[in-house]
């Protein structure tokens, strides 16, 4: 997989089959201006990454781009938690992708009335529906700088501890 990227815009291209695959062309034309790809990883045959524009909601999504297919996509970056009202900001970031296509992301969110900022762990299984892994308060807990994939298995800190799990 080689991935291009030429000003604002990706291209993900699978030298084998020659089949690429222009990650701007998911963003509706009248919003191409104010939209932002970002967070694009790849492993194997699979890109995940997140498209976002100011104070709207980011998407996720995986496509296999060997296959020319998407696998998985999450319209909302954020899982709801019991007694908590999610606010109007919410954002994916520091997104990391399995060879299988599972996709993991920090999301961050204020709570109604859009005081407190939260932050989760989401993961998105091939074909699945988004999975709340882990969630604290913004700036304690969870640690925005280290979150990976690795064999099917995802890792990230919470309070200094290392957490784990399996998709």
Known sequence: MRLYRAGRSYTVTA???HRSFDLGSLIP???????VIHDVVLAGRYVAFAIGADSRSDR???RDVKAGRFVARAVAPVVAEPGIEVGDSR???ALALTPIGAVVWLASYTNAPNTAVRTQVVALPRGG???LLDASPAGGGIDGTVLAAHNGRLFWLHDGAPCSAVL
């Open 29 to 35: 034309r009248g919003r191409r201006n104010e939209s």
């Open 15 to 17: 030298p084998a089959t």
């Open 60 to 62: 996720v999504y995986v």
């Open 129 to 131: 529906a988004p999975r």
């Open 91 to 93: 954002e994916a970031r």
